[in-house]
């Protein structure tokens, strides 16, 4: 679609596959890639901020 080759996996966000995976293991996985070097302060306030607005968006739905 658009000219994109959809199983190039640049393209994609990281994908746990939970159901291959304690939540234990893919959190760690998660803290790790925070942890490396090559995260910036930026990406890690990106992160943070599409966390915070994960909890706002499912607090929400919750209502």
Do not use: H
Request: aromatic fraction near 4%; hydrophobic fraction near 50%.
């Amino acid at each position: 679609m658009f000219g994109q080759e959809w199983s190039d996996p640049l393209l994609y966000d990281p994908t746990l596959v939970t159901d291959r995976m304690t939540l234990d293991t893919a959190v760690g996985q998660v803290l790790a890639v925070v942890a490396a070097p090559e995260s910036t302060d930026a990406s890690r306030r990106a992160l943070g901020d599409r966390a915070l607005a994960a909890r706002i968006r499912a607090a929400l739905a919750s209502q």
